[in-house]
């Protein structure tokens, strides 16, 4: 994606279509749309990943936009280039489109283990999104 295009669509507010985020279940996604709040014909979506092939712990957050995948978070799985988790894609030309992986403790300083609700709260907060409700009664 065009650093240019990237920058627009980050950087802009953004807002979940629903009223509350519910983490899925070990094994599944769910997946939720959202839009610019200036800009309602701006659209993206939010996946939020437990479907681990081979590692069943799995938790990736995935945002999208028409031109492809903005940003992506995981927070368990397999290393990247010897980047352990949790660490992050951004694809734009900066980041190799994606292809380089970044340690979360070089974005931010706060410390992320196991607690999902922290990291989807950080992942939305990283994103640009407004506040949102989340469903804590998976945690």
């Known amino acids: 994606m065009e650093q240019e295009i990237f920058d627009l669509l980050f950087n802009c507010r953004k807002m979940i279509e629903d009223t509350l985020l ?3 279940d070990q094994g599944s996604q769910r997946k939720y749309q959202a839009k610019n709040i200036d800009d ?3 659209s993206f979506s939010l996946v939020i990943n437990r479907k681990g092939h081979l590692n069943k712990n799995t938790l990736t957050y995935l945002l999208s936009s028409r031109f492809g995948v903005m940003v ?3 927070m368990r799985g397999a290393p ?3 980047v352990e988790t949790p660490h992050v894609h951004i694809f734009d030309e900066i980041h190799n489109n994606g292809r380089d992986a970044i340690h979360l403790s070089k974005l ?3 410390t992320i283990l196991e ?3 922290d ?3 950080f ?3 990283y994103n640009n999104f407004e506040e949102i409700d989340i469903d804590t009664t998976l945690f």
Request: charge should be negative; proline fraction near 4%; aromatic fraction near 8%.
């Open 115 to 117: 607690d999902i609700y």
């Open 72 to 74: 992506r978070l995981d």
């Open 123 to 125: 992942f939305l907060e």
């Open 80 to 82: 990247h280039n010897d």
């Open 40 to 42: 309602e014909n701006e």
């Open 119 to 121: 990291s989807l709260s």
């Open 22 to 24: 519910s983490i899925p």
């Open 108 to 110: 931010t300083d706060i």
